[in-house]
């Protein structure tokens, strides 16, 4: 249950649109403190309910770390009126003709269905129930840890994902919220009692923690006529906020290579990334793009396109983050001895956009194509339900990505230089060399 549908640039198709936004986004929060967030969208029969709780990694105390992924599996195991043996909720969806998914990151846990509109108050019922009454003995808990070992396990044995998860433990200082990778420790997870579930529960999992969104053919009356019915005896929690980090701590460099056990070497840089309450968030997010993130940035086109000295470019970066975090840029190749001047040319290219900037034509591609692209995405009833979440999560607004997209609109060339250079001008990145074994 890892799919990962935060997008962060979604956003940008509300521009396309004018001043008016086409769907009815209405808001009411319940006496509990669940805020409901109505989207309509009558062009199919079909509804779109999330529920977004401010929970994740980030909120784990040591010794318990893994338990907000872990409660990500366990959520579909059952509750108190909806029983059963095994993925109870993700079987009774699938029954309605449904599909039915969540995921976890270091800020929140998303649970998201898109049924049928006949099933829309059954659903609802649904997630009021296992966020008020889950079912959380020894049983639900061993069969699920078991689950969460078996994808710590399979990790293990994927080059990819271990070399990520071991690169992970170097990016943060100790203390960090985000010092440790979401999906956590097994030798913690394995201890985990149902005392300490049902109190990580009854804590987080909470009205007043969340957010729901009913999306699809469906009134905004009838959707806070349902939700409250639904949710009226959910218990608010006191939950005091995750303490801002006091920074990001030093820069992992590491002058010795480190070793993988395949036939590629990988230059992995490592930049600060602003969280989205920063002021340089906006503008990261389009320098970044100009330089590493698409198809026809600047250094793909130079370091693959081009001159053909790697494979590809991969930006290991979720967006989105509460705090200022790390992102990291790979750049995968064949090994060899002459691979130091795949770092040249990509400091060279860095450089020149630190200098001059983009060019008029290149900022306008960039928003056309980030336009268009995303529009057509954007018609999907699950990605409209989606962004309006990510907005209300980011900016507690659930319109604010529109006014987020005209932010990055306004960015100047002289802000993308400034935040060029500031995260990512010379000895502003970290680096790690990867090269594979000696036979």
Same mark, same amino acid.
């Not at 929060?29 to 977004?52: A, F, H």
């Not at 840890?145 to 293990?156: I, K, Q, S, Y």
């Not at 989606?386 to 060339?413: C, H, L, W």
């Given at each position: ?6 997008? @962060? ?95 976890? @990151? ?51 044995? +994927? ?37 300490? &579930? ?23 009356? +009838? ?13 608010? =929690? ?11 701590? =030093?820069?992992? %460099? ?32 389009? &320098?970044? +793009? ?8 600047? %250094? ?24 200022? &975090? ?58 409209? %339900?989606?962004?309006?979440?990510? =907005? ?48």
């Amino acid at each position: 249950m890892k799919t990962f549908l935060f997008l @962060t640039l979604l956003g940008s198709a509300l521009a396309s649109f004018g001043q008016t936004f086409p769907y009815p986004v209405k808001t009411k929060t319940l006496s509990n403190g669940l805020k409901v967030i109505s989207v309509e969208k009558r062009d199919i029969p079909m509804v779109n309910i999330q529920v977004w709780y401010r929970v994740g990694s980030k909120d784990e105390v040591p010794g318990q770390r893994g338990m907000a992924h872990l409660f990500e599996h366990m959520m579909f195991r059952g509750s108190k009126n909806f029983k059963g043996e095994g993925d109870v909720y993700i079987h009774e969806i699938e029954k309605m003709g449904g599909q039915v998914n969540a995921y976890t @990151t270091f800020d929140r846990t998303v649970y998201f269905q898109q049924i049928p509109k006949q099933y829309a108050e059954k659903v609802l019922m649904m997630e009021a129930d296992r966020m008020s009454n889950l079912i959380l003995d020894q049983k639900v808990l061993d069969v699920e840890r078991e689950v969460v070992g078996e994808e710590l396990r399979n990790g293990r044995n +994927s080059w990819a994902q271990r070399y990520q998860s071991d690169r992970h433990e170097q990016l943060y200082p100790e203390g960090h919220p985000y010092k440790v990778d979401v999906i956590g420790y097994l030798e913690e997870i394995l201890k985990f009692t149902t005392q300490e &579930c049902q109190a990580f529960h009854e804590k987080y999992y909470a009205p007043n923690n969340a957010f729901l969104l009913i999306g699809g053919d469906i009134s905004a009356d +009838s959707a806070f006529l349902l939700a409250e019915k639904a949710f009226k005896d959910a218990k608010p =929690s006191v939950i005091a906020p995750t303490p801002t980090p006091n920074g990001l701590g =030093s820069m992992p %460099v590491f002058e010795e290579p480190k070793t993988l056990d395949v036939p590629l070497q990988i230059y992995s840089f490592i930049a600060n990334r602003p969280g989205y309450s920063n002021p340089d968030y906006a503008a990261f997010n389009v &320098c970044a +793009s100009l330089l590493f993130n698409n198809p026809t940035s600047r %250094v793909q086109s130079t370091l693959v396109d081009e001159q053909k000295l790697i494979f590809g470019l991969f930006n290991t970066d979720n967006g989105g983050e509460v705090f200022d &975090c790390r992102t990291t840029i790979d750049l995968l190749m064949r090994a060899g001895p002459g691979n130091v001047k795949v770092k040249k040319v990509m400091q060279r290219e860095i450089n020149e956009f630190i200098e001059n900037g983009p060019e008029d034509q290149e900022l306008a591609d960039y928003f056309s194509n980030v336009e268009a692209g995303m529009v057509q995405q954007y018609y999907t009833l699950g990605n409209v %339900v989606n962004v309006i979440g990510a =907005s209300e999560f980011q900016f507690k607004d659930p319109m604010a990505m529109y006014r987020n997209f005209e932010m990055q609109k306004k960015v100047t060339k002289a802000d993308l230089q400034r935040v060029a250079a500031a995260y990512f001008g010379p000895g502003k990145m970290g680096f790690i060399n990867y090269k594979p074994k000696e036979e």
